[in-house]
């Protein structure tokens, strides 16, 4: 490949002047950040900054027309509802995959459309929203960017949100950081990743699209670094920085990660992309002042099959401690995550494999569960994740976006689409050496209220229990199940037929599953979502599935409804556990201490309200299983516009 620093446009711009606060360290220099923090003046600034906050609100912000909430869009007015762009037809992630273009809506109310928004996840107050971008942790406050339309519910004028929090919990909306006004970003401004460098100096990557519908890598960077709101963010002068290169298709060249130094101190980021339409690539740069960038000859990885490789993330994990890592660091006790989300698929894969820091090659672990044919950060609904290192309790974070799975209409109807994740803790479980574990940033147990245990239920072969716990709609749930005996386990499994080893409704009944918790359920059970294991014998021995049904989710005939799941492994005596987060219209399911998760949005229509109950159910024919849970009701989060903005 082409040296990639040759820019091949020629392009007026807005001149914004170089800032003597971007002072890049030399590349040999990896001091520790200065640990001064001017308290004083970190004051002066806030002050200053919330005076900011009042004059930068947009008073020329457009208003989509959107039909009334409740109003059952009729097929012949279909086509007056403004749908474009929502984001296929320019080469990025669309709302809807598959699209629900063209289908009739719902007749929901408002009053449904107010239940569907969570109540702890983070969102816009408005709008739509998708990948989150450059999170980060600066003078007491956790920054999330987040690519956002601020004038509709579907994807289109892509600009970054921005909003800040002491606990990555309850949130305050600032100002947008960056808007699309530059030719080298006036078709959006794209995903990105910060880095902060060891003076202090934070560093913003991202992709711009062009006027052109080139996709081009832009560098950015507050203003100031003493405000710890990082309110003003300034454009490089000499943008964009890298150009795709020789080889590589313009529209398919995005989302630079965060940077990571080498033993000769050279700074180096990845930019995702695909060679001959088929192999998903990780193409490498080298830069030592962040302005100037070299393709290296050979890319981090490749993997054949997997097709244009969006959102790469690529972080070191410990292997002996749960404590996370800086992106620049190496050992012999640490292993190298990388992610990469399909766009062909629209799913997060990861593998655990060895970083070469001589070659600047990356190797997975194992061959046949590589980046995109191997483990999904997710398996529900999930897409863009992101992590950065948290400096200020030494831990990595995991972001990740979560899309609608209502129709367009309804999105356009309710004013807005898509929520985060919890953020998660991401460790390497040292049980399996497989796999990455992810846990809820402990930040979410403060919402706990009041909570409620059952012990020792018995939960016989084929019978319903339900957990009488009051309201069911914001709920933690922790729970452990045990099989009867290992001995009638055995014995069960003698008989038992070769599975596929693939999730199925939770109405199939099989000699060892499923059993679980059906979560939005109403009392007739017209409408539930079970979250469930089912054993299997596989290669004659025992497996575990670990699955969500939403097929009978909803009775709304235009919301997808998916069954989603994967083997989960379950070591010798082990019990079978989940988290499970219920916030409205997302559910969030952890196994096994977070060895796979799933995440789901559900749509009740007769389930929501003070009619969502929660049930312990096992449809096995021949396995009886005791349950363990505790139920805490959750807070609210506290997420609303900066004061005084
Ligand atoms: N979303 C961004 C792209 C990225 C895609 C555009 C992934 O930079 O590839 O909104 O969802």
Redesign the pocket.
């Known amino acids: 490949m082409d040296d990639a620093t040759s820019k091949s446009f020629d392009h007026p711009y807005t001149v914004l002047g170089e800032d003597p606060s971007l002072v890049i360290p030399p590349a040999e220099s990896r001091q520790r950040p200065t640990k001064v923090y001017f308290w004083i003046l970190t004051s002066t600034v806030f002050l200053l900054s919330l005076a900011g906050l009042i004059v930068r609100e947009n008073p020329n912000r457009a208003e989509n027309s959107i039909p009334a909430a409740g109003t059952a869009i009729p097929e012949s007015s279909q086509d007056n509802v403004r749908f474009l762009p929502v984001g296929e037809a320019e080469g990025?992630?669309a709302k809807s995959y598959p699209s629900t273009r063209g289908r009739l809506s719902f007749n929901w109310t408002a009053a449904d459309f107010a239940w569907q928004r969570t109540s702890y996840h983070f969102q816009p107050e408005k709008n739509w929203m998708?990948?989150p971008d450059g999170p980060l942790f600066h003078l007491g406050w956790y920054h999330l960017f987040y690519?956002y339309n601020p004038d509709s519910a579907i994807?289109g004028n892509?600009t970054w949100g921005h909003a800040v929090s002491r606990d990555m919990i309850h949130w305050l909306y600032l100002p947008l950081a960056m808007v699309p006004d530059h030719w080298y970003d006036i078709d959006?401004v794209?995903?990105g990743s910060a880095t902060i460098l060891p003076n202090g100096t934070i560093i913003v990557l991202y992709?711009g699209d062009t006027n052109e519908a080139v996709q081009v890598q832009n560098l950015a960077y507050p203003s100031n670094l003493s405000d710890p709101l990082l309110l003003d963010w300034v454009k490089y002068s000499d943008n964009p920085v890298i150009t795709p290169p020789t080889g590589i298709e313009t529209d398919e060249f995005?989302?630079p990660t965060t940077a990571w130094t080498g033993p000769n101190g050279t700074w180096y980021v990845l930019v995702g992309s695909r060679l001959n339409t088929t192999i998903g690539v990780a193409l490498v740069y080298e830069t030592l002042d962040f302005k100037n960038y070299t393709l290296l000859d050979h890319p981090l990885h490749t993997v054949d099959g997997t097709g244009m490789w969006?959102?790469i993330d690529f972080y070191p994990i410990s292997t002996n401690s749960s404590v996370g890592l800086d992106n620049s660091a190496t050992g012999p006790e640490v292993k190298h995550v990388l992610k990469a989300?399909l766009d062909n698929l629209k799913l997060d894969y990861y593998a655990i494999g060895t970083y070469d820091e001589g070659n600047v090659t990356w190797t997975p672990d194992d061959p046949e569960m590589d980046v995109g044919i191997g483990l999904q950060v997710d398996y529900g609904r999930y897409?863009?994740s992101k992590t950065f290192y948290d400096q200020n309790k030494g831990r990595r974070i995991l972001w990740g976006w979560v899309n609608e799975t209502d129709a367009d209409y309804d999105d356009l109807a309710k004013g807005w689409a898509s929520v985060q994740t919890i953020p998660r803790v991401v460790t390497y479980d040292s049980l399996t050496g497989t796999n990455i574990l992810q846990w809820p940033v402990e930040e979410i147990e403060s919402l706990r209220l009041n909570s409620t245990e059952f012990e020792d239920v018995f939960v016989e072969a084929g019978s319903l229990v339900p957990l009488d716990i009051g309201n069911a709609t914001q709920l933690d749930i922790s729970v452990e199940f045990e099989i009867e005996s290992t001995q009638a386990l055995e014995e069960s499994m003698l008989g038992e037929t070769e599975s596929q080893l693939e999730c199925s409704v939770a109405d199939n009944r099989t000699t060892l599953g499923p059993f679980g918790l059906a979560v939005l359920a109403d009392e007739s059970l017209s409408e539930l979502t079970p979250i469930f294991f089912r054993l299997a014998k596989s290669n004659g021995s025992l497996k575990t599935l670990f699955c969500v049904d939403e097929t009978r989710s909803s009775k709304a005939t235009e919301v997808f409804k998916e069954i989603y799941g994967t083997v989960v492994p379950v070591l010798d005596g082990e019990k079978f556990t989940m988290r499970i987060l219920v916030d409205h219209s997302i559910v969030e399911s952890f196994a096994q201490a977070g060895r796979r998760v799933i995440t789901s949005r559900v749509y009740p229509t007769e389930a929501i309200f003070d009619k969502a109950k929660l049930f312990l159910f096992n449809n096995a024919t021949d396995l009886n299983v005791t349950a363990a849970i505790k139920i805490w009701q959750m807070n609210s989060a506290d997420i609303h516009p900066f004061p005084l903005y």
């Open positions: 990025v992630s998708n990948d690519q994807w892509i959006g794209w995903t992709t995005r989302d969006e959102c989300s897409y863009a």
